[in-house]
């Protein structure tokens, strides 16, 4: 799919044939028991209260900063703290190598901790401070992007910036700190570790994740998230996933627009394809992605593998053929460090959700309110599956009759 390559001019023509089939339904599996994604943009199928734009979790402003002089002349634009750097020097004891949690595009993240002693009065607060890397690739309209998106955005499922320093030439950002790390961290880890994802972890990362992107999709001005990928994505000590990292982020198109053209910018094995080819970006370049995170929480692999065989570097061009013509091999495929803590059912139901959202012509692609409908359909029906059946191996036993496939890599 990704060495698939067509000129603009040809993708837009192809895009264009395809506007009859836009009130289509998406069909998710073939079978009685499937899942249908209705494409529907009415507010009443949006059930889901933390979307809604009335409700305290979202806080927007039509007031953004273009530029650093403007937010040190107005700091009060916002509801975030405005640090000193000494005061952030103080809170990670000196930037001390110790307390470093991380380092990404945009410099290294430290954890730290604001209290009475550095602020007069203010509350003992956790936080992890990110601090911009001059020479890195990143910069101020990255930094500013996060401050004006999350000074003004609040849900759930975004990570709390509880403020920002920009003292003479410093630019740091202080977020709420996240004690699990990033969703990266924990796919790609050794089967015996203590932080390596239940099947159940997944799906309500899964399913946090994507209640994150819908907000940003349906708020009053949509938000194109632009760099969804497991890295991006934190997890607090219950395994509560948050969407971190604004830097890229872009407002989606209003009215009749169909998209925006952007600079292509993101990373390579999550961007969707008409993007990269483009730079037509729209909220279904999210959900790409967002289908992307699913195949790697299924098969606990990453996105991008130079290691696999030729053709396969690409999880998505590994995955479309099992998600297409074998779903017993794909069973097999699952991560096999889940050791069978799930339903053949509940697996087949998400490997073809994750398909529907990489489709290659975005129309084709749900909502992410549909994601998240589907996503919490399939958890529920599990559970209630759970409780009534035997699992072992991803098999599911009833009596002394055995559904779906169940093999594991473990058992090759």
């Not at 954890?111 to 003992?124: E, H, M, N, Q, V």
């Not at 759930?156 to 996240?178: A, H, I, S, T």
């Not at 890295?231 to 009749?256: E, I």
């Not at 919490?376 to 599956?385: A, D, F, M, P």
Request: hydrophobic share 35%; charged share 25%; net charge neutral.
């Amino acid at each position: 799919m990704m060495g698939a390559c067509i000129s603009s001019e040809e993708y837009d023509q192809q895009q264009s044939s395809e506007d009859s089939d836009t009130s289509d339904e998406i069909q998710a599996s073939s079978t009685k028991d499937s899942l249908e994604i209705q494409k529907s943009s009415t507010k009443d199928s949006l059930e889901i209260q933390e979307y809604s734009t009335e409700d305290s979790f979202e806080i927007l402003s039509t007031q953004n900063v273009s530029n650093v002089k403007d937010l040190r002349r107005n700091p009060g634009y916002t509801k975030l703290d405005s640090f000193t750097y000494d005061e952030m020097r103080m809170a990670t004891r000196f930037f001390r190598k110790s307390e470093l949690l991380g380092e990404g595009g945009f410099g290294p993240v430290y954890k730290g901790l604001i209290d009475d002693t550095i602020r007069s009065g203010y509350p003992t607060t956790e936080v992890a401070v990110k601090v911009l890397n001059h020479e890195g690739f990143q910069g101020d309209t990255e930094w500013l992007t996060e401050v004006n998106y999350l000074g003004h955005l609040q849900h759930p499922n975004l990570v709390k910036l509880v403020g920002y320093c920009c003292e003479d030439d410093q630019r740091l950002l202080v977020y709420e700190f996240m004690a699990g790390g990033s969703l990266e961290n924990h796919i790609f880890t050794k089967e015996d570790a203590p932080n390596m994802l239940t099947w159940s972890r997944r799906l309500k990362i899964a399913i946090n994740a994507a209640k994150g992107l819908a907000f940003l999709h349906n708020a009053k001005r949509p938000v194109i998230f632009r760099d969804f990928k497991t890295s991006n994505v934190l997890l607090d000590a219950n395994f509560k996933a948050k969407l971190s990292d604004f830097g890229l982020a872009k407002d989606g198109p209003l009215g009749d627009l169909t998209h925006v053209t952007t600079l292509v910018k993101g990373t390579p094995g999550y961007a969707a394809p008409e993007y990269m080819m483009t730079g037509h970006l729209t909220p279904m370049c999210d959900i790409y992605a967002f289908g992307v995170v699913l195949l790697e929480l299924l098969f606990g692999e990453p996105a991008v593998d130079k290691r696999r065989p030729s053709g396969e570097t690409y999880l998505v061009d590994r995955a479309i053929p099992l998600l297409i013509k074998n779903k017993s091999a794909l069973t097999r495929e699952i991560d096999p460090r889940m050791k069978g803590q799930y339903t053949s059912k509940a697996v087949l139901k998400v490997a073809e959700l994750a398909y529907s959202c990489i489709k290659e012509h975005p129309r084709k692609r749900p909502s992410m309110t549909d994601v998240v409908e589907i996503l919490e359909t399939i958890q529920k029906h599990e559970l209630l599956e759970v409780k009534g059946n035997k699992v072992k191996g991803g098999v599911e036993v009833k009596g002394n009759k055995v559904k779906g496939g169940g093999k594991n890599k473990a058992s090759k």
